[in-house]
């Protein structure tokens, strides 16, 4: 059974930043893809980044939404499986909860890193809001 442990969602402002923390126990693979997602009430879910987690650190690959890219920084953490998102210059549009996902290979697959139904453990999510 695999289960995600997040933590580090909170009340910002504007500007601010916050670090978003994910570990996965009961994962039997060495290596696999982690992923964040929101959303908010009555839109879609969306993509913000995602990590391939590997034994060999050439073989890790990062990838990023257009819209936070610049600002949010995904890495791998010293733990087996276990991966943290950096927010900085946050925005009220990042308002949303976050969600935490973990696959084998979704984030290898063509455009896969940023599809929600390639992934298949998750996270219960973790609320952040940003205020102006």
């Known amino acids: 059974q695999v289960q995600l442990v997040e933590s580090g969602g909170g009340s910002v402002q504007a500007g601010g930043s916050l670090t978003l923390t994910c570990a996965a126990s009961?994962?039997?693979?060495?290596?696999?893809?982690m992923a964040w997602f929101r959303q908010v009430p009555g839109q879609e879910r969306e993509a913000v980044a995602s990590i391939y987690l590997a034994v060999r650190e050439e073989d890790v690959r990062t990838y990023y939404s257009d819209s936070v890219k610049d600002r949010f920084t995904i890495s791998q953490a010293n733990a087996k499986m276990t991966g943290s998102l950096q927010m900085d210059s946050l925005k009220p549009e990042d308002t949303a909860t976050y969600y935490c996902a973990v696959d084998r290979l979704a984030c290898l697959r063509t455009l896969g890193w940023h599809d929600h139904t390639k992934y298949s453990y998750w996270g219960q999510g973790t609320q952040v809001t940003v205020s102006s």
């Open positions: 009961g994962y039997s693979y060495t290596a696999g893809c």
